[in-house]
Every structure is written in structure tokens, then in C-alpha cells.
């Protein structure tokens, strides 16, 4: 079956630390990626998304993901966070020849001042 | 902008009574809407996609017969949960996409937290 997944399901890292996320998705064909933020107490948002290009895509607030077609995967990544990242972290992945619209689990990244 | 609200934003039934959660765009208009549940600690599952003024595409194994979805304006979807039992307690979030956007561009609402006793 089609999905997504996010391995790590909680991390926590202290300021200025390097982050990254990883992303899989189980899907052969041409597909669109994305990555979203919630932040606490408020609504999913767009960071970047990939539909095709550079597979090096540059998001919102200096965060990045690369597309590695051959890994399937999409990791986040962010140099050095700082404690307003602090939310929740979702890849979705958007196969084009059908009509869902796949989600991961979501990872919950937690910023120690 | 491109602000999506729901309505409420938690709700608590009784098992066998019907519940409907709106879905509004505020600043836009939303030729399509999405709404999704999500259990806790799963992902977000897309039930159905909405165009307005047309009937809503429903995912494999939702039932649409239990989840009415009605897209009647450029603003407003609504997700009506018929004869609701404690397993259809869950998350709902709806999304929705101005002319042109598609899944590509969707704006989520903050989402209705329903539990059904």
C-alpha cells in the first residue's frame, strides 16, 4: 500500500542544534512532496514542497529538503533551530496519477532553549 | 490571507445522533475543499475531495452514505456525520484550495475534535 513514513516520531534538540527529519514514501510513480508545520495551537501550514527540479528545495523560516528519488525519501533539514521551531512536523506526498493525498505520522520536534 | 475556519472545534454526541462540522474559507474563495480524520498517533487520511456545486469524491472504504459532504458555496463545505457511534470519534480537518491550486495548495482549518459517547 501507498504511504508515508516518518521514522522519528519525537525529537529534542537544543538551540542551535542541526535537525533533521526523515521522510519516506512507498510510491513508484512521479509524485509531488511537502512538507508541514503546526505549530502550537494553530493550523497545518505549508514549509516547501518539491514537484519537480532542483531536488534540493529551499522552504519558509531556512528550513530545506532534498528529494532523493532513488531512497524514496524526502528529508527536512534545518542547520540550526531555535526554540520558536518547536511543533509538529508532517511529510505528505501526492501521487499524480490518483486521488490521495498521503500523510506520515507526523514528528513532534521539541527546541530546549 | 487564505485563512480556513471550522465550526465548532470540539463536539461531544450521543452514539445515534448526527453531527455537522463547517468548513469555511474566509478570504477566498475555495473551489475545492478536503476533508480528512486523523486518529491519535496515525496520519491524517484524506475521506473526500469537494468541488463546489458537484458531489464530493469519496476515498476508498469511507462510506459516503455516513459521511454527507456538501460543498454548496465558494466559502462553505460541510461534513455531516450521520448516526454517529463512538468509532467515529476522531480528529476532522478540512482544507481547502483556491481556482487553480488543487491538492498542490491547501489551506487547513484548525480542525473538530468529535467524540461520540
Known amino acids: 500500500a501507498q504511504s508515508v513514513s516518518q521514522h522519528n516520531h519525537h525529537v529534542i534538540l537544543s538551540e542551535a542544534a542541526s535537525l533533521e527529519l526523515g521522510c519516506n514514501y512507498s510510491?513508484?510513480?512521479?509524485?509531488?512532496l511537502f512538507w508541514y508545520v503546526q505549530y502550537p495551537g494553530q493550523h497545518l501550514q505549508l514549509l516547501l514542497k518539491?514537484?519537480?527540479?532542483?531536488?534540493l528545495v529551499k522552504g519558509i523560516k531556512g528550513f530545506e529538503a532534498e528529494f532523493i528519488k532513488s531512497k524514496f525519501s524526502f528529508n527536512l533539514r534545518k542547520p540550526s533551530v531555535q526554540w520558536s521551531d518547536t511543533a509538529e512536523y508532517f511529510c505528505?506526498?501526492?501521487?499524480?496519477?490518483?486521488?490521495?493525498?498521503?500523510f506520515g505520522t507526523g514528528t513532534s520536534l521539541t527546541v530546549i532553549p | 490571507g487564505a485563512v480556513v475556519s471550522q465550526h465548532p472545534s470540539r463536539v461531544i454526541c450521543k452514539s445515534g445522533t448526527s453531527v455537522k462540522i463547517e468548513c469555511r474559507s474566509l478570504?477566498?474563495?475555495?473551489?475545492?475543499m478536503f476533508w480528512y480524520r486523523q486518529f491519535p498517533k496515525q496520519s491524517l487520511m484524506l475521506m473526500a475531495t469537494?468541488?463546489?456545486?458537484?458531489?464530493?469524491?469519496?476515498e476508498q472504504g469511507v462510506e459516503k452514505d455516513k459521511f454527507l459532504i456538501n460543498h454548496a458555496s465558494l466559502t462553505l463545505s460541510t461534513l455531516t456525520v450521520t448516526s454517529a457511534h463512538p468509532e467515529d470519534s476522531s480528529f476532522y480537518i478540512c482544507?481547502?484550495?483556491?481556482?487553480?491550486?488543487?491538492?498542490?495548495?491547501?489551506?487547513f482549518g484548525p480542525g473538530t475534535r468529535l467524540t461520540v459517547l
Open positions: 482544507s481547502a484550495s483556491d481556482r487553480g491550486g488543487g491538492r498542490d495548495t491547501q489551506y
Open positions: 510510491y513508484g510513480g512521479t509524485v509531488n
Open positions: 518539491y514537484f519537480s527540479g532542483d531536488p
Open positions: 505528505a506526498a501526492d501521487p499524480l496519477s490518483g486521488n490521495q493525498f498521503y
Open positions: 478570504d477566498f474563495q475555495a473551489t475545492t
Open positions: 469537494s468541488n463546489e456545486g458537484s458531489k464530493a469524491t469519496y
